[in-house]
């Protein structure tokens, strides 16, 4: 069964880091890009950031860049996202998510991140 | 930046055609997709491609994309259906959400 599940989540002080992990299985990991995506409470969905599937391409949203580094260890099927300088509204359901073609189909269960004093 | 824009709300009937629409500059020109999200769970991706659906997504969800709108179409709308819906499109290197559409069946 294909399959992610997020960790790393939980409460964090403002100006605090978090180092969220995405544990993939039931797929070629390796193959595929990954994206982060993001639901604040009551909100939509936003983009974070994607990693192409050998690790060699990043992307990030404007908002975050310099404050979020996607990464991933393909030997271990696992992707990541490090979290710093973080704020209040980043507080949200962190999600992981599969590409295939233009469009993400498998997605995990989140992890929720706080970040509040 | 890009924009995708939706209506906050559209409700059907239960047996009648719901079609909620995402506009975008030129969105004909990309690729959209559709996800559906009931509450506590994670998205699912309905359509792709403009208008292909995945494995397992019932027949009648249908979706087209043409000049600056996408549109999401659900025929037959049951109650199972009722739940948020977001469109998505890529804009260069960037991943584009729409703000998502509460669809309520009454």
């Known amino acids: 069964e294909v399959q992610l599940l997020e960790s790393g989540g939980g409460l964090v002080q403002p100006g605090g880091s978090l180092r969220l992990s995405c544990a993939a299985s039931?797929?070629?990991?390796?193959?595929?890009?990954m994206i982060w995506v993001r639901q604040a409470p009551g909100k939509g969905l936003e983009w974070v950031s994607l990693?192409?599937?050998?690790?060699?391409?990043?992307y990030y949203a404007d908002s975050l860049k310099g404050r979020f580094t996607i990464s991933r260890d393909n030997s271990k099927n696992t992707l990541f996202l490090q979290m710093n300088s973080l704020r209040a509204e980043d507080t949200a359901i962190y999600y992981c998510?599969?590409?295939?073609?233009?469009?993400?189909?498998?997605w995990g269960p989140g992890t929720m991140v706080t970040v509040s004093s | 930046s890009y924009e995708l824009t939706q209506p906050p709300s559209v409700s059907v009937s239960p047996g009648q055609t719901a079609s909620i629409t995402c506009s975008g500059d030129?969105?004909?020109?990309?690729?959209a997709c559709w996800y559906q999200q009931k509450p506590g769970q994670s998205p699912v991706l309905v359509i792709y491609?403009?208008?292909t659906r995945p494995s397992g997504i019932p027949e009648r969800f249908s979706g087209s994309n043409s000049g600056n709108t996408a549109t999401l179409t659900i025929s037959g709308t049951q109650a199972m259906d009722e739940a948020d819906y977001y469109c998505?499109?890529?804009?260069?290197?960037?991943?584009?959400f729409g703000g998502g559409t509460k669809l309520t069946v009454l």
């Open positions: 998510a599969k590409t295939t073609g233009n469009a993400f189909d498998v």
């Open positions: 039931g797929f070629a990991f390796s193959t595929y890009a």
């Open positions: 990693i192409s599937s050998n690790g060699g391409n990043t």
């Open positions: 030129k969105l004909g020109d990309k690729y």
């Open positions: 491609q403009d208008s």
């Open positions: 998505q499109a890529w804009d260069s290197s960037s991943v584009v």
